[in-house]
């Protein structure tokens, strides 16, 4: 090679590393958008929040590997809030006033989020709600949308006794947890019952703690329901459905379940096995073809992957897929608006339908979804001890609502548990 | 007034004029949450250790009094909306007659059966909260705060402030107890009920009075909390967390000197606070664990029992 052709290399060389250098250099000094949250990452809450968030990690490098947001990396700056309310104000203020984020998630269920309503609202900043159940229905904050589906505070009961009333059934029976999830349901389900006209026959309240649930099932069994509605969470789930399998519940009874908190976890469906047939109970998503949407599979596909390093929810499908969607949301609303403005972004979640891997979701006023998204579906042919089977259709059958149904409701209970 | 009385009522003093001025100069509100949480936390420790320090009564149910406070405050402003002040007043008379009451009916038991009652009193409480639909029953209840109290900027700064006045009125009361007659006495009760009673001191009178003037302190300590969080549920407010917490800080900062619950409320606050933002994660819950460890085989008598040791040992060394 000649010298000047090797000079003029050099130079050009030189001159496009240090363009190609000053070039990145200037996109690598464009500061990350920061997502802030708090995750229940420890207490009881755990198991759920730590799925949220691989679900909302899961979109981040997604979008990173889409180039980002508005030519920015997209950085998640998640705290433990230990599933306590008393964490969550100090954590969002750090994530505020200290982290500076653009975008706050809220922390996984009701009880963390509630006390952040006020904070959010005086700060005039948007929050993607994770799970939570009518937090924003007194605060009544115009930036807060929640990724749950629940839609209208009675839809949930709606759709279960909607479900009781056309297979027959003109009483009810409620059994719920003294906790603040369980409560909620336990009282719009009596507001729907008194709606539908049917009669109260049982409404027991029980200890969080309560292991031994024979005493009351016997007396439930005695009242003779034709549905029962429970409202329970994982460990009195379990407990539960352990006392039906000894006592039985009664010929008259229809449909069983309705808002059993557990009955969604891959571990506690794979310790109950069989124990779960014939329930009928809530859900966010199930592998039914009807509930597959553009990037559902995929996501589930790296999900599965990432779950086991993770040590989390092998199946994740209560709420893993939501996370992914209030990141779908937030990215979509970014996008269309060109700036990481709280206001007009809050206008275009408000005004839009968004498409997300768990379907297209619009919201109402109190910026909880315009149309309730929870399905109620049946347990059907479960065996015990594999985890596996879940992932195929047909072990949980949707029959509500109708555009997603995938079946028919088996009845009475006691014939469907065999 | 003693040199040491100076000293004491001089610090006091500087340390509410920094509170107060903190709340003028510092306009990050992160501070301040963080703070109150700290501040809230050395009003637990010095009124825990009012009985479990100085009459060797371990209290296991810090959580039922602060539980109390809370929803003290709650039903006050939902029934009338009452100021700030009157609700950590009135809290403070729940807490009085509170502990007279577990102090009647449990103060006969001593040691283990003392605490495992006092754990009961817990969950005894958080049930009837739990049922009482009024003050929002197991579903919790959401608070608006009222507009804020001149001369305060926000209203995290004026709760901030009312707990630092509440910290000195503890360290005040916790500091006359062990200097007078009433500390004497519960420490000569610690070491020996028998004895102490046979030479005149009278033990009921002297706990049950140690135990309303801790569960005072404590429930006063809660009621500012409603405010702070603008929410309450029972399994928040009347977390176990509490109690094990205030006993920890107490324990680790020492229990035989009024100084030694704020030395370590104060590094297991820190400790708590900076690890949630930090390294938060189950790793935080361990720290702690190892920490509580550590200290009671190496330092069983607290971080002023070993400052006094090594203190002791160095005048030995002189001599």
Redesign the interface.
Request: aromatic content about 10%; charged content about 15%.
């Given at each position: 090679m000649e010298r000047r052709t090797l000079l003029g290399g050099t130079i050009t060389a030189a001159v496009l590393g240090l363009t190609f250098g000053l070039t990145s250099a200037a996109f690598a000094q464009q500061p990350p958008i920061k997502i802030g949250m708090s995750m229940a990452?420890?207490g009881g809450l755990a198991g759920g929040g730590k799925a949220s968030q691989l679900g909302i990690e899961v979109w981040r490098d997604d979008v990173n590997a889409r180039g980002g947001l508005l030519g920015r990396k997209v950085e998640l700056i998640?705290?433990?809030d230990?599933s306590?309310?008393?964490?969550t104000?100090?954590?969002y203020?750090?994530l505020?006033?200290?982290d500076k984020v653009d975008i706050l998630f809220a922390p996984y269920a009701?009880?963390p989020t509630?006390?952040l309503?006020?904070?959010v609202k005086q700060r005039g900043m948007l929050l993607m709600g994770n799970f939570s159940f009518q937090?924003n229905s007194?605060?009544g904050h115009d930036m807060w949308f929640n990724n749950a589906p629940w839609g209208p505070a009675d839809s949930w009961a709606s759709s279960f006794l909607d479900l009781g009333q056309k297979a027959g059934g003109k009483t009810i029976a409620l059994l719920a947890?003294?906790?603040?999830f369980?409560?909620?349901l336990a009282?719009t389900a009596r507001e729907v019952a008194t709606k539908l006209g049917m009669k109260i026959v049982f409404d027991q309240?029980y200890?969080p703690s309560t292991v031994e649930f024979s005493g009351i099932l016997r007396a439930l069994k005695a009242a003779k329901p034709d549905i029962v509605y429970v409202a329970s969470y994982p460990p009195d789930s379990a407990g539960i459905l352990r006392g039906v399998n000894e006592i039985g519940i009664g010929d008259n009874v229809k449909l069983f379940g309705g808002g059993m908190v557990g009955l969604q976890f891959g571990a506690v469906m794979e310790n109950l096995g069989s124990l779960l047939n014939g329930v009928v109970n809530y859900n966010t998503w199930l592998p039914e073809p009807s509930m597959y949407h553009e990037g559902t599979k995929a996501f589930f596909e790296t999900y599965t992957k990432r779950a086991v390093e993770a040590k989390v929810d092998p199946l994740g499908y209560y709420l893993a897929p939501y996370g992914y969607a209030s990141g779908q949301m937030i990215e979509q609303a970014i996008k269309a608006v060109g700036s990481l403005d709280q206001k007009a972004l809050a206008k275009y979640l408000r005004e839009n339908t968004h498409k997300t891997i768990v379907g297209p979701i619009t919201f109402a006023a109190d910026g909880e979804w315009k149309e309730s998204g929870v399905v109620q579906a049946q347990f059907r042919g479960i065996a015990d001890k594999n985890m596996e089977q879940f992932r195929s259709s047909g072990k949980q059958v949707v029959l509500f609502p109708d555009k997603m149904k995938s079946g028919t409701l088996v009845t009475p209970f006691e014939a469907a548990r065999k | 007034m003693k040199r040491n009385g100076v000293f004491f009522w001089v610090g006091a003093a500087v340390f509410l004029i920094a509170i107060a001025l903190m709340t003028k100069l510092i306009t990050?509100?992160?501070p301040?949450?963080?703070g109150?949480?700290i501040l809230q936390f050395i009003v637990l420790a010095v009124a825990w250790s009012i009985l479990g320090g100085h009459a060797g009564y371990v209290n296991f149910g810090t959580s039922a009094f602060f539980g109390m406070g809370v929803y003290t405050a709650v039903f006050l402003f939902k029934v009338a909306g009452a100021p700030l002040l009157v609700q950590i007043a009135a809290a403070a008379a729940v807490g009085a007659l509170m502990g007279f009451a577990l102090g009647l009916l449990t103060l006969r038991m001593q040691g283990i059966f003392f605490s495992i009652a006092t754990i009961a009193l817990t969950i005894v409480i958080e049930?009837s909260i739990?049922?009482w639909r009024y003050v929002g029953?197991?579903?919790?209840i959401?608070l608006?705060?009222p507009p804020v109290t001149w001369p305060f900027s926000g209203y995290?700064q004026m709760l901030f402030f009312v707990q630092a006045v509440l910290v000195v009125l503890a360290v005040v009361v916790s500091r006359y107890i062990q200097n007078s007659w009433i500390g004497r006495g519960l420490q000569a009760l610690r070491d020996d009920e028998l004895a102490a009673e046979c030479t005149g001191v009278p033990t009921l009178r002297l706990k049950v009075l140690a135990c309303v003037v801790s569960g005072a302190l404590m429930c006063a300590a809660g009621a500012p909390?409603a405010m702070?969080?603008?929410?309450a549920?029972p399994?928040?407010a009347f977390?176990l967390?509490y109690s094990v917490s205030t006993l920890a800080m107490s324990l680790i900062g020492g229990t035989a000197h009024w100084a030694g619950p704020i030395v370590g409320a104060i590094l297991l606050g820190t400790t708590q606070?900076l690890l949630?933002?930090t390294i938060?994660?189950?790793v935080?819950?361990l720290v702690l664990g190892v920490m509580l460890v550590l200290f009671v085989v190496a330092a069983p008598e607290g971080l002023i029992g070993l400052l006094r040791r090594v203190r002791d040992k160095r005048r030995e060394g002189k001599q």
């Open positions: 990452q420890t998640v705290y433990d230990k306590s309310a008393s964490e104000p100090a954590i203020s750090k505020l006033d200290v009701t009880v509630a006390p309503m006020p904070l937090v007194k605060v947890a003294d906790q603040e369980a409560q909620n009282k309240a200890p | 990050n509100e992160y301040f949450f963080a109150y949480v049930t739990t049922n029953g197991a579903a919790g959401q608006q705060r995290v909390a702070y969080l603008q929410y549920d399994s928040s977390n967390n606070q949630t933002v938060s994660s189950e935080n819950v």
